[in-house]
């Protein structure tokens, strides 16, 4: 059955992905004055090392982030980190390591945290909630802040990218729906150059409709059940034919609700919570001049 998952497109290693972190690191430096930092004239610029050391547990991600981060705006820098992305943390594990001059270490330090800080708590929200549920994967949505760089950082903890923008893959909703009705917005996809398709559904007919629907359609297709109770889902699919359609729940799904929605025969959840609402990770950037 088809997955919804497209980790190799957010690797540095792609074109897309690699421009947008190139972007979003540029721009963030740039909006922080970090060549400017008045502070600077309180430090001599030496050699130095720094540290950053986690004070909670979590779920690393980032490393190809601030690899490139240091590699392309900080070369003057040498860089370890210590973990690779998925790997579990402990309060008091250094998570990277920094060589090289102070006054660059310390114009770098909080963009560097921030980025890490959340990235990890993000990957730490995915890891909860892939930890809960054993027949259905959990898939990511596009309510994020830092777009792809959330959805990467999500796939660490464990959960699937679905689709990654506008372009991507192509939704059908319910807005769509009452516009130009299903078998209208299918006709007009047939030449679609989408990864997949994914037709919202809202009750148990227009389910029906739209299984007999997605026939006709010949790339990768897909149901969502939106705000459906999971009692009343599981009552539903068994009745429905799926061949070559995978299923999503979605609609308010949170850690306290998620295992009513790991049903046999449904394929994903998605959760918007996973990167809307993680906590960041504590972490503290710890400095020694050598």
Known sequence: MFKPH????????????????????RISLQ???????ASSCLVSDTEAEASLIANCSGVFAGAEEV?????????????EVMFEDGDGFVPGDVLLKLKGSSVRILSLERFLINLISRMCGIATTARAYTSQVENVGVLLTR??????IDKKAGIAGGALSHRLNLAHALMVKDNHIAAVGINA?????????AAFVEIEVDTPDQAREVCEALKR??????????????QDLAALLPTLELEGIFTEASGGINLDTIKE??????????????TMNPQAIDLSLKLETM
């Open 261 to 274: 929605f790991d049903l046999p025969g449904l394929g994903f959840v998605s959760c918007g919570a996973i």
């Open 185 to 193: 917005a299918l006709e007009r996809i047939s030449d679609s150059k």
């Open 217 to 230: 359609v010949e790339i990768p297709k897909g149901m969502l059940f939106d705000n459906f109770a999971p």
């Open 143 to 148: 309510k994020t802040v830092i777009n792809l």
């Open 31 to 37: 909006s922080d004055r970090f060549s400017e930092d």
């Open 67 to 79: 690899n490139y981060l240091i590699a392309k705006f900080s070369a003057v820098l040498k860089l």
């Open 6 to 25: 497209f980790p190799d497109l957010l690797s540095i290693e792609d074109d897309n992905y690699r421009s947008f972190v190139d972007a979003f690191i």
